[in-house]
């Protein structure tokens, strides 16, 4: 039997200590629980799906409005949605939208409400083709379309 050193238990701990660290930050196994919910839609309306806040609870659910608008600069898409009670849809939004609800797009580029940090000339849109994101000029005509968000009652 071979002598056992100090130096090879202190080896020995600091390697379960590590273990024991990378075991409390890996991903433990979670049940998510959907509540239910009664989404009202006027006619026309789709519901295109949930967001989540960072911390995975629901925050509300995404509803496009019907109809779109065309040829549209920036400032005249806001229009176009406020004028309607609703908002154009975030980045995030139109990124759902494309994957729940996109036979209700033509393969276009459409508007998003953020403007784009590194020039506040220019604002992100969704191209509904291929899938990705982008930035141009306000003035460029894109088509947009208006959502909604519902945030369930907690009564």
Known sequence: M???????????????????????TQSIPTEYRVDAATIPLAA?????????KEDGSLDYYLIKLPGEGTDLEWDAAQ????????????????????????????SEAYRSGEQYEGNSAY???????????GNG???????????RRF?????
């Open 79 to 106: 229009e176009y949605a406020a004028s309607r009670g609703a908002l154009l849809p975030t980045l995030r939004e139109l990124a759902l939208m494309r994957t729940n609800l996109r036979d209700a797009f033509v």
């Open 137 to 147: 000029h306000k003035s460029a005509a894109l088509r947009a379309v208006a959502v």
């Open 2 to 24: 071979t002598a056992v050193t100090l130096e090879q238990i202190q080896g020995e701990h600091d390697r379960i200590g590590a273990l024991i660290e990378k075991f409390k």
């Open 44 to 52: 026309g309306e789709r519901l295109a799906g949930p967001i989540f």
């Open 123 to 133: 604002a992100w849109y969704q191209y509904f083709l291929y899938g990705y994101q």
């Open 151 to 155: 945030v369930p009652s907690v009564i």
